[in-house]
Nanobody, 123 residues
Framework: QVQLVESGGGLVQAGGSLRLSCAAS????????MGWFRQAPGKEREFVAA????????TYVESVKGRFTISRDNFKNTVYLQMNSLKPEDTAVYYC????????????????WGQGTQVTVSS
């Protein structure tokens, strides 16, 4: 069982930055690939980024490449999403998720989810 708690969301102006954190419980954090997803009002949940169990492998949705960076610290059981050059279209609730072993962009393949943190980018 893995419990995930996101933090770091908030209101920021376009062009600004935020860093989201997702703290995981349990001793097996390093066995899970981690992903960040987002959901805007009236839209389906969208893949944002994923990272492999040990960190070097990452995947991003095209719209955030060059602006967002996913990273993890397995000693702190935490995954991060550094978001730079934020745009109003990045406004959404951001969720972190854990998938046993392999990373994926498909939300249906993730085993555990956090409660989400709101990110609002004003124009």
């Amino acid at each position: 069982q893995v419990q995930l708690v996101e933090s770091g969301g908030g209101l920021v102006q376009a062009g600004g930055s935020l860093r989201l954190s997702c703290a995981a419980s349990g001793r097996t954090f390093s066995m899970y690939a981690m992903g960040w997803f987002r959901q805007a009002p009236g839209k389906e949940r969208e893949f944002v980024a994923a990272i492999s169990r040990t960190g070097p492998g990452t995947t991003y949705v095209e719209s955030v490449k060059g602006r967002f960076t996913i990273s993890r610290d397995n000693f702190k059981n935490t995954v991060y999403l550094q978001m730079n050059s934020l745009k109003p279209e990045d406004t959404a609730v951001y969720y972190c998720a854990a998938r046993y072993e392999l990373r994926s962009s498909d939300p249906a393949q993730y085993d555990y989810w956090g409660q989400g943190t709101q990110v609002t980018v004003s124009s």
